[in-house]
């Protein structure tokens, strides 16, 4: 199953379209972060808790991909994947421009539903995304593709982390001033560009036909899931790569849980600086996510994944 790299596969690795999914992948993660962590600083002496509003910032950015998982995978079968990750980014540009106006306001439900419905269209476009790949490059090349990916999904964690923390420090209220809407201009600029930018990426990722156009909706949403989590648990092999994927970003959510408080209480260091001291801690994980591509030696197991649902309708849609 496991072919040799070809110059066909090469070249479908260097595509327009796999670049541009590259793309809408970096921009998303990087905005999610950027936004997320521009109003964290910014909630927490609103809430007058530290650890409330840090606590509130991560159930806020993670809720949606426990909540969502059903009809996000409806989504990536029902209809064409290219047109779901479009309309995702489309609506984030939407829910940002909302989220400036709950800075503005200074509405603290308001700033944390933005962070929800910004994980809430990662999450609704993350099967079509992931599915994406098998349409887009060759078998061969599916480790290393898997490995680009996840590079673009840790460095802009760290760099919105960087970037979030940046803005927040720029705005920071003090008793004597106010968040003004001249003050949030370079957040504005910044964020609205970005969630643009990566709408106009995902609109170069090819289109192919929907894999199942014909499956209905099941309105049975928990029922959905356990059966997912069931069928997950039958195949060894996918179980252990979901528990490792999830115990990573359980970890690395502790990380940024206790930056911030140690850096501030600890370090002294402002706000700014947090977002220095969280970016040198998750560079490492980049270079991770590439080596591990290399080190695979552009194999991947596939006799597994071909039987799993969400895979085989990626190679019915390619044609495979």
Known sequence: MNNPPTSDSQER????????????QFLTALNDNTFRWLVVPLAKPLLKDDAAALS????AIT????LLSAPAGYLADRFAKGRVISACKFSEIVILAGGMLAILTGSVPLLFLTIFLTGSMSALFAPSKLGSLPELVHDSQLSNANGLMGLMNVVPCALGFLLGNYLAGLIQPTPETAIT???????????MTIAVAGWGASLLVKRVPAADPGRPFSWNLPKQ???????????????????????????????NMNIDPFGIHDLGL??????????????GVAVGSVMAGLWSG????????????????GLRASGR
């Open 13 to 24: 690795l260097r595509s327009v379209s796999f670049l541009s999914l590259l793309g809408v």
């Open 298 to 313: 552009h194999q991947i197991e596939l006799a597994r994944i071909i039987h799993h649902p969400v895979r085989r309708s």
């Open 56 to 59: 509130l910032g991560l159930v």
């Open 225 to 255: 899931s356990i059966e997912g989590v069931v069928e997950l648990a039958r195949d060894g092999a996918l179980l252990r790569t979901a528990l490792g994927i999830a115990f990573f970003w359980m970890l690395a959510s502790l990380a």
């Open 181 to 191: 809407f001249a003050r949030l201009v370079p957040a504005i600029v910044i964020v």
């Open 63 to 66: 809720l949606p991909f426990i």
């Open 270 to 283: 402002s706000q700014m600086g947090i977002g220095v001291l969280g970016m040198t801690l998750v560079l």
